[in-house]
């Protein structure tokens, strides 16, 4: 049995917390974790505090950086939206990490 979602309106978490409880529900779910991300509306993202600017490129730069921390020891990340330098653990159980 495999656990999951419909979609995760990525662009309203921050990516790092984002992949850190993910990463934690695969390790508990022994890898049985799969992943579904999408944009959501502008409109209703700007209700959140999610400028419909960028949106795109937020998105983008979101999962690039959660597969970076599920991936690599140390995290360097510097994009548009995000500029990061950290390390996470743990890290998935699914190599290189969840479907998504």
Request: aromatic share 8%; proline share 6%; glycine share 12%.
């Amino acid at each position: 049995m495999r656990i999951g979602c419909a979609v995760f309106v990525s662009v309203q978490h921050q990516p790092l917390q984002l992949a850190k409880s993910l990463s934690t529900l695969d390790q508990l779910s022994r890898g049985r974790l799969e992943v579904g991300f999408g944009l959501g509306g502008r409109r209703a993202l700007e209700s959140f505090g999610v400028p419909g600017e960028g949106l795109v490129t937020r998105f983008t730069e979101g999962i690039e950086l959660m597969k970076a921390c599920w991936t690599e020891q140390k995290v360097s990340f510097q994009g548009r939206f995000f500029q990061v330098e950290a390390a996470m653990e743990p890290k998935t159980y699914q190599k290189p990490h969840p479907p998504i």
